[in-house]
């Protein structure tokens, strides 16, 4: 399989508790995408990498949340301390450096936070 | 801000119908916009893909057109069929880096 994919798919914590995801992209893309979904709406930018270098990050983002991508390839999204309002689907994108910038998505961390 | 919004949030239509899906957004300045579907409980998929600079996309029973100036994109599906069914999501991005998605509509194409 040479999609995106994302790991685990489900997790449930209990408030308070860390929880880290992680996200591989499809190889030789080089922009990831974190996004978070509810029931309802559409998927909610949190940030995004070039590479490497994280160039932006959502006001969604709180002081909480951190995102790496050390190496360029795998991306890890932490939350830190988590409460009820961080439950929902966390999704991960990657997309090719060309003028397409098709996103590819992965299915998703489904989050429940008790 | 940029704001994405879909109309209907709904829809239901009998087989067959040709029916036609709207997205409409705020900031002109867009890079490209997306559409995509995505199935219950499962991920999204990519659907079209139209550049600032082009009117509109084909792919198959699927055609998005693209309209910057009046902030207006539309997904027309020829001859709906049961499995179409499925909720479709615009995503319009104003950079190369951060899509802002609408909430989507829910199609339900009847047998």
């Known amino acids: 399989d040479t999609g995106v994919s994302q790991d685990p798919r489900h997790k449930i914590t209990k408030r308070g508790q860390n929880v880290t995801f992680r996200c591989d992209p499809i190889?030789?893309?080089?922009?990831l995408y974190w996004y978070r979904q509810t029931l309802g709406q559409g998927p909610e930018f949190l940030t995004y990498f070039q590479n490497e270098a994280q160039l932006e990050k959502s006001r969604l983002l709180s002081d909480r949340f951190s995102a790496e991508r050390p190496k360029g390839s795998f991306s890890t999204l932490e939350i830190q301390r988590t409460e009820q309002g961080d439950s929902a689907m966390y999704r991960c994108?990657?997309?090719?450096?060309?003028?397409?910038?098709?996103?590819?998505f992965g299915p998703g961390t489904r989050l429940l936070v008790l | 801000k940029q704001e994405v919004t879909q109309i209907p949030a709904a829809l239901s239509v009998p087989e067959g119908e040709n029916l036609v899906l709207n997205c409409s957004f705020t900031?002109?300045?867009?890079?490209?916009l997306q559409w995509f579907r995505q199935d219950p409980g499962k991920g999204l998929t990519s659907l079209l893909l139209?550049?600032?600079?082009?009117r509109e996309q084909t792919s198959g029973r699927l055609n998005a057109s693209l309209d910057k100036s009046s902030g207006r994109s539309t997904l027309y599906i020829a001859a709906s069929q049961p499995g179409d069914s499925a909720t479709y999501l615009c995503a319009v991005n104003t950079n190369a880096g951060k899509s802002t998605f609408g909430d989507g509509t829910t199609l339900t194409v009847k047998p």
């Open positions: 139209i550049q600032s600079s082009q």
């Open positions: 994108a990657s997309s090719p450096h060309n003028n397409e910038e098709t996103q590819y």
């Open positions: 900031d002109s300045a867009i890079y490209n």
């Open positions: 190889s030789e893309h080089n922009r």
